[in-house]
């Protein structure tokens, strides 16, 4: 049986989806475009050396965008992350501030820890919860 070279760029295509749907790594993905886009060649008829270079400028082009974009988006740490921990962003009211800055508020019907994380002296009102570290929500002035 003689396969195409279409067919068998067609077939590594989807040997890297299968892979990056067991890895869970999108750059798998990228490079299976770059083979779906060498099969398209072979299907114009296009040498083997010209299925490469579309190969590899496709996926190759599209994992170092993938990679560019990946790198330029800075993610918040974790503790201030609203992604990862919902309180980020919710308002609280605190009734008095003591003189190192840290207070007792109420939250989620529980007592929390609160410390002061915005300029200037922190003053009695409603606040809105700019990260938590370990069980002390910090705090900052309700934006105006």
Do not use: C
């Amino acid at each position: 049986m003689d396969w195409s070279a279409s067919t068998l760029w067609w077939l590594a295509a989807g040997v890297l989806v299968a892979a990056e749907l067991a890895s869970g790594t999108f750059y798998l993905l990228m490079l299976a475009v770059g083979a779906a886009t060498a099969a398209l060649a072979a299907h114009l008829r296009l040498p083997f050396a010209g299925q490469l270079v579309a190969a590899a400028l496709v996926g190759g082009g599209a994992v170092a965008a993938w990679h560019l974009k990946r790198s330029r988006v800075a993610s918040a740490p974790a503790s201030a992350d609203r992604d990862v921990n919902l309180d980020i962003g919710e308002r609280v009211h605190v009734d008095q501030w003591d003189v190192e800055g840290l207070a007792r508020v109420q939250h989620r019907g529980a007592s929390w820890n609160a410390r002061f994380a915005g300029a200037g002296a922190p003053t009695a009102g409603t606040h809105v919860i700019r990260a938590i570290e370990g069980s002390e929500l910090l705090l900052d002035r309700l934006p105006r």
